[in-house]
């Protein structure tokens, strides 16, 4: 997970970009491999991105990615989930997973900021 303010107005795309230039390493699907791509709104005006897929390596090894990019404007998130499963199984508890992950996590993410998140003392 990663959040950061812009230097220009930006939309999720522009997020997914500066992210892949900080860290290359990141997960990156073939189309073929993506099952699921679609836009959504979070909370505190968040246009997103979520898309999710997998693919199979040998010894039936299936490797699952769920990754959201959204952007508010001027400041963007990026959120990225990643499993694996092995067996006759795999597909199915992978497919399981990253649907358990888009819903519950991504769907309800939002951005808090830090007076949210610090107590004011009790008078």
């Known amino acids: 997970m990663r959040a950061w303010r812009a230097q220009t107005s930006v939309r999720p ?3 997914e970009r500066e992210l892949r230039l900080w860290r290359p390493e990141l ?7 993506v099952f699921e791509s679609r836009q959504l709104s979070l909370e505190g005006g968040y246009a997103a991105r979520l898309s999710s897929g997998a693919r199979s390596a040998p010894q039936a090894v299936v490797s699952g990615f769920a990754q959201l990019f959204a952007s508010d404007g001027r400041s963007c998130i990026g959120l990225i989930f990643a499993t ?3 067996g006759d199984a795999a597909a ?3 497919g399981e997973r990253l ?3 888009s819903r519950l996590v991504f769907e309800r993410a939002r951005r808090i900021e830090i007076d949210a998140r610090v107590a004011a003392p009790r008078r």
């Open 99 to 101: 649907a358990l992950v």
């Open 92 to 94: 199915r508890a992978v």
């Open 13 to 15: 795309e522009d997020c």
């Open 27 to 33: 997960p990156s699907l073939n189309p073929e491999e």
């Open 84 to 86: 694996a499963a092995q």
